[in-house]
């Protein structure tokens, strides 16, 4: 049966197709280097500054649709994601080199995808030039000329743009200086540990009764979908798939004395970026390291589609809660992780000068 949403990805389809440029088979007379990809909040094996020339920086991103529970009730979600993640993968290079990503989108799929890089120049991103339907993949090359943290997502055409952004289809990239991070006034700035927190906004319909519905497939779950999302009010705000996903047990690491490299993307809504008891040391709002980055910050902001990175040197041990101050989102919708770090304690900069006990009585002189 020929419906209605695949009329809009028909003719999402043929727009593209009309947008895209030739395709050019020449090859570059430059060295590869094969990246195997790790799933958020980590980050693949990289160098911080470099001294080589640049390289062809070869990746793959494996579209998977799946369904996962994304919260301690059991709630179900029709995912779409870029190698069964969400967020996909971070992508790290440096300024200079080229990016060549093999796209594959699975025959087990329903779907056709593509990828939009907000890093790269042209064709929409790439979306003109990578739209694939089950059982095709795609290889597109593109230079990374401007340095700074970037969204990239699936894009395929009108309402299904939102849709499968929402469903999980985002990600981000790293282009770095080739010489490094700086404060912006020539001082080399180096982190420890490097991770990459996704923030992803949810909308699951729920039935007469109040409860969220479970669907058997992305295409089944559309029109339900559609019509909660239109309304802007999401079910779910969290971070890397789930609520919880970034705290006990896989509560993010550190020790007292390290620097550490958060990278924060949201791909559709403003976020605002909070570590409770700790600050943005160095923090690139914008996300591009071209520009000087901010000191000292309380809170940041994410502009919806774009990402931004701080670094933070952890001064004390503890438990550290990093939110997105919309504490309505950070409580009741799922948008917290943790950080837990390892050290000893300095009383100088914090201690309880008297513990907790009863107020004494006023006195009568």
């Known amino acids: 049966m020929f419906t209605r949403r695949a009329a809009l990805i028909s003719a999402a389809a043929t727009a593209l197709m009309l947008a895209a440029p030739a395709f050019a088979a020449n090859d570059l007379n430059l060295p590869r280097q094969k990246v195997e990809l790790v799933a958020p909040p980590f980050v693949h094996a990289h160098e911080q500054a470099t001294k080589q020339g640049p390289k062809i920086m070869e990746f793959t991103l494996t579209i998977e649709e799946k369904k996962v529970v994304i919260d301690e009730k059991g709630t179900t979600f029709q995912a779409m994601t870029f190698n069964g993640s969400m967020p996909g993968p971070?992508?790290?290079v440096h300024e200079?080199?080229?990016?060549?990503v093999t796209l594959v989108n699975p025959s087990t799929n329903s779907m056709p995808h593509n990828i939009d890089f907000h890093s790269a120049t042209g064709a929409l991103g790439g979306a003109a030039l990578t739209l694939i339907n089950p059982g095709e993949q795609v290889v597109l090359r593109w230079k990374a000329t401007r340095t700074g943290v970037f969204v990239y997502h699936c894009a395929p055409g009108g309402p299904m743009i939102p849709w499968h952004v929402v469903s999980g289809m985002n990600g981000a990239v790293m282009v770095l200086p080739r010489d490094g991070l700086n404060d912006g006034k020539g001082h080399a700035l180096k982190y420890d540990k490097v991770y990459y927190i996704g923030e992803q906004d949810m909308y699951v319909p729920r039935d007469e009764k109040g409860n969220f519905k479970s669907y058997d497939s992305p295409g089944e779950a559309f029109t339900d979908t559609e019509e909660v999302m239109k309304k802007l009010i999401p079910s779910h705000v969290v971070f890397n798939g789930k609520v919880g996903a970034l705290t006990g047990k896989n509560a993010l690491t550190a020790n007292v004395g390290?620097?550490?490299?958060?990278?924060?993307s949201q791909a559709n809504r403003d976020s605002r970026p909070h570590l409770i008891g700790g600050h943005g040391d160095y923090v690139w709002?914008?996300?591009?390291?071209?520009?000087?980055p901010e000191t000292g910050l309380e809170t940041w902001f994410i502009r919806g589609g774009s990402a931004g990175a701080a670094m933070y040197k952890f001064l004390q041990p503890g438990i550290y809660a990093y939110v997105t101050h919309n504490l309505i989102e950070a409580a009741d919708l799922g948008a917290t992780?943790?950080?837990?770090?390892?050290?000893?304690?300095?009383?100088?900069?914090?201690t309880q000068v008297k513990a907790p006990a009863e107020i004494p009585p006023a006195s009568t002189n």
Request: charged share 25%; no cysteine; net charge negative.
């Open 90 to 92: 971070l992508m790290v």
């Open 96 to 100: 200079g080199d080229y990016v060549e």
């Open 337 to 350: 992780a943790h950080f837990k770090i390892e050290g000893k304690w300095n009383d100088d900069l914090m």
């Open 285 to 292: 709002e914008t996300g591009k390291f071209s520009n000087a």
């Open 258 to 264: 390290e620097n550490v490299l958060i990278v924060h």
